[in-house]
């Protein structure tokens, strides 16, 4: 199970930091993350990052405002989310997959969804 927090309301500029928790089994080998899906729009990946922590990738939207983390001591993966902007504002989800390229290159390589949090910025 994964067990996504840390969303909310923000102003526009603002800084919020998003946790998904594995609880309930191992996530060992996976590759890990965020999509996001906003109101009318499909959804979309956020940002990844393998079970190391040496691969990452982020979306042309997120990069170089969002940070994504791992502690795999501790089952938890973060997105640090700066520089928030009201085209951010969506339902985030944390998601698990067997390598980030996969997932990457096709959403249905995702082999398990956290349910979503809210992230709202407003203007």
């Known amino acids: 199970q994964l067990q996504a927090s840390g969303g909310g309301l923000v102003q526009a500029g603002g800084s919020l930091r998003l946790s998904c928790v594995v609880s309930g089994r191992t996530f060992s080998n996976y590759a890990m993350g965020w999509f996001r899906q906003a109101p009318g729009k499909e959804r979309e990946i956020v940002a990844f990052i393998s079970w190391s922590g040496g691969t990452t990738y982020y979306s042309d939207s997120v990069k170089g405002r969002f940070s994504i983390s791992r502690a795999n001591a501790k089952n938890t993966v973060y997105l640090q989310m700066n520089n928030l902007n009201p085209e951010d504002t969506a339902v985030y989800y944390c998601?698990?997959?067997?390598?980030?390229?996969?997932?990457?290159?096709?959403?249905?390589?995702?082999?398990?969804w956290g349910k979503g949090t809210q992230v709202t910025v407003s203007s």
């Open positions: 998601a698990a997959g067997p390598a980030v390229r996969t997932v990457v290159e096709d959403y249905d390589g995702v082999n398990y």
